[in-house]
């Protein structure tokens, strides 16, 4: 089963494993107080896709599709967030305020997606 929460949430031990899916660490936030198990900051959205976007919600189809194209070359990514995902529950904690559109909505949908296969 996978989730999202925002990293700036208290944890929770229903939580799982939480993965950290920023490709910066979080602002203001310590460590010890984000309690991420792991943190993939390669399967964030590239930084030019990132400052493209800029949380502009009219950008939001076509960053999706792009972001969608970056993960499709993340195998070895996607593989290991799937295994994570069979053994136990799985968290993915993101930064975004906005939390309808943001990469770790469309990360979500593509392991899903991709989990079937």
């Known amino acids: 089963m996978i989730s999202l929460k925002r990293v700036y949430e208290t944890?929770?031990?229903?939580?799982?494993?939480?993965?950290?899916i920023e490709r910066l660490w979080p602002?203001?936030?310590?460590?010890q107080h984000a309690q991420v198990d792991e943190w993939l900051k390669e399967i964030a959205p590239s930084t030019e896709l990132r400052k493209w976007f800029a949380h502009?919600?009219?950008?939001?189809?076509?960053?999706q599709k792009r972001y969608q194209a970056e993960l499709?070359?993340?195998?070895?990514?996607?593989?290991q967030l799937r295994q994570m995902a069979r053994k136990d529950k799985v968290t993915l904690v993101f930064a975004a305020?906005?939390?309808?559109?943001?990469?770790?909505?469309?990360?979500k949908k593509y392991l899903e997606q991709y989990m079937q296969q």
């Not at 305020?97 to 990360?107: F, I």
């Open 97 to 107: 305020k906005d939390e309808q559109h943001n990469s770790a909505m469309v990360l």
């Open 56 to 63: 502009d919600p009219a950008k939001w189809p076509e960053f």
């Open 11 to 20: 944890p929770d031990a229903g939580d799982g494993t939480r993965v950290l």
């Open 27 to 31: 602002r203001g936030l310590d460590k």
């Open 72 to 79: 499709a070359g993340k195998s070895v990514l996607l593989g």
